[in-house]
């Protein structure tokens, strides 16, 4: 198993939220709780919920959804091996460190937004930030094969990655379960904008949305 920043990443987060499961005082200073940013500016805990989990359950979950997508991702940062045209080079590992960091911030920023004076609001786990991997994953290769929750992966990415937003965004207006939609729906947007946006900053040779529409119409037989 290669030691990269996904497998520290991965390690690091286990760590602490397993830690956590039978410690109520690490979820408490560590959860996302809109009135103590706003009151205290605990600005940490943007950062700190996506250390936590609910249970052993959301942990696997999140971060074997991770490591599946984070790995090649990292590695496609530094080379794209399927056209062997540079992203982002020796950049490309710290530029996916912060691709995560900043994740974990903006997909929760339109939450706070809603919920900055809810006291009776939590939210704790990774999800928006490993949104925002999976769906760099996914422009960088459309083709790969995914699957929804527990169903294998059967469908190609570039029709999982609009079925998942469409989901998401009804049952966030749906608002029938603990889950924080929009933060998976913001992150996944964010990790489509942070690879197009650096692309265009850095003037790299690959260009992420003419490869994915490329890759597309291959699968497609165009």
């Not at 942990?59 to 790995?71: D, H, P, R, W």
């Not at 290769?141 to 527990?150: L, T």
């Amino acid at each position: 198993m290669e030691f990269s920043l996904t497998l520290i990443i991965i390690i690091i987060t286990c760590i602490v939220s397993i830690g956590g499961f039978n410690n109520q005082r690490v979820i408490d200073d560590l959860i996302f709780y809109p009135p103590a940013i706003t009151e205290r500016n605990q600005w940490y805990r943007f950062f700190s919920c996506g250390l936590i989990h609910a249970d052993a359950g959301h942990l696997i979950f999140n971060m074997l959804s991770l490591y599946l997508f984070g790995a090649y991702v990292e590695k496609e940062f530094v080379m794209d091996r399927s056209t062997e045209m540079a992203m982002f080079g020796e950049k490309g590992r710290i530029l996916y460190l912060i691709m995560y960091v900043a994740a974990l911030l903006v997909c929760l920023l339109p939450t706070f937004a809603k919920h900055k004076n809810d006291y009776y609001y939590r939210s704790l786990g990774a999800s928006g930030a490993v949104s925002a991997v999976i769906f760099a994953g996914l422009l960088l290769e459309p083709r790969n094969k995914v699957g929804f929750f527990f169903i294998p992966p059967v469908i190609p990415g570039y029709v999982f990655g609009p079925l998942y937003l469409i989901i998401s965004t009804y049952l966030e207006k749906k608002s029938s379960d603990n889950v924080n939609h929009s933060a998976h729906i913001w992150g996944a947007i964010f990790g489509l904008l942070f690879v197009i946006v650096l692309a265009f900053v850095f003037k790299t040779e690959y260009q992420p949305v003419t490869e994915f529409f490329r890759k597309v119409k291959m699968d497609l037989g165009i």
